[in-house]
């Protein structure tokens, strides 16, 4: 008898936590500015005014997301090479050309619609030189909101695919991936848009109310993609569906996984809708954006670090350990930290509008 024994090398994971943070708050910033478009090509007041907290969401997290990604790439000869040497048929590489496209659609379109309003409001003495001159560049507006909007769909497109075409991981290898990721997204962006117009920009009742309505349709549209993905995959039995259920039915984690993700996205559903019956409900709705965004994040956990530790060959999981320093635990907390940040910032540009603060009245009602 012949024994072969085999002897599996120590090695780290693939993806760190940087990457969670990356895709957790690019996704963010593309939704958000993918509703910033909407609010520039759809007249109407409600998706107008919609405009100033979706910017705060899409800026704030648009700047940080690249500072994750370059954490994440550890090397800053690996993002110098995405350009010196581009491969179309990685999406990575495809990746590095779509996030600066995105970007620069996302600042150009804040510059633009922050100077339209300073022009017709009064800018702070501070940023006087930016409503300077007599241009307008109200005829540039559109093209470049239709540059965001292009930038916003290929990062929803190119991360969910980014994850999925990895064969090698059969929970990722789905298109319905792409399509989670992106509805999620969505989730998590109009959280935290509520909570900015709740608590930031305080915005009227009724512009609180359209984007709570918003918020229940995104969270209905990711239940039916999870439903989505579980029926077409035991239809036909796709390699994705078929490594879940054997993860279920083998080990407990993964089980309160499910558990967990069916009661939250239930809870926060029933708890939205009941919000909407009330003005006073409506004005405490923003008190779902913390675990609305947990939520978001969890998904992403789970997508790209909890997955890793499910062998490729072989039984059981393998074990990890959220290190304490900047690739772990530090890291996560300095991201949000930095986001924080920004977001204590950024409102004392966008805020100036008027629109946003129609009266002091409106304000009080606004907090119940």
């Not at 500072?67 to 990685?90: E, N, V």
């Not at 204590?344 to 606004?366: D, F, K, Q, T, Y």
Request: aromatic share 12%.
């Amino acid at each position: 008898m012949n024994i072969a024994e085999i002897i599996v090398p120590q090695q780290e994971v693939a993806w760190l936590p940087w990457a969670v943070q990356y895709f957790f708050l690019v996704g963010m910033a593309a939704t958000a500015a993918i509703l910033v478009a909407v609010g520039e090509f759809v007249r109407g007041g409600r998706w107008q005014r919609l405009q100033a907290p979706a910017l705060v969401v899409a800026i704030s997290t648009g700047v940080i997301a690249p500072i994750a990604l370059l954490a994440d790439l550890h090397q800053p000869g690996r993002f110098y090479h995405f350009y010196t040497d581009i491969t179309p048929w990685s999406w990575m590489s495809l990746g590095a050309l779509i996030l600066p496209v995105f970007m620069t659609g996302l600042l150009g379109y804040w510059v633009l619609w922050q100077r339209a309003v300073f022009k017709a409001e009064g800018a702070p003495r501070w940023l006087a030189l930016w409503a300077a001159g007599n241009w307008s560049g109200q005829a540039l507006r559109p093209w470049i909101a239709g540059v965001m909007l292009i930038g916003a769909l290929g990062i929803l497109l190119y991360t969910g695919s980014e994850v999925m075409i990895v064969k090698a991981r059969a929970l990722w290898h789905t298109e319905w991936m792409i399509v989670n990721l992106a509805l999620t997204a969505f989730m998590a962006s109009l959280a935290a848009i509520v909570f900015t117009q709740a608590r930031i920009l305080a915005a009227t009742p009724g512009d609180q109310r359209l984007t709570v309505r918003l918020f229940v349709l995104a969270l209905i549209a990711t239940g039916v993609g999870a439903v989505g993905w579980a029926v077409t995959g035991w239809i036909s039995g796709s390699v994705s569906f078929q490594a879940f259920l054997r993860l279920v039915e083998q080990f407990a984690y993964w089980r309160i996984v499910f558990a967990l993700s069916v009661a939250v996205g239930g809870g926060l559903l029933l708890a939205a809708l009941w919000m909407l019956r009330t003005p006073r409900g409506i004005a405490r709705a923003w008190w779902l954006a913390p675990l609305a965004l947990l939520a978001a994040w969890s998904f992403r956990w789970a997508v790209l670090m909890d997955v890793q530790s499910v062998p490729k060959y072989g039984a059981g999981l393998y074990p990890y350990h959220l290190p304490l320093g900047s690739d772990g635990l530090l890291g996560i907390l300095g991201v949000f930290g930095l986001w924080l940040a920004v977001l204590m910032i950024l409102p004392g540009i966008i805020a100036n509008c008027g629109a946003v603060h129609p009266n002091p009245s409106m304000r009080e009602v606004a907090h119940g």
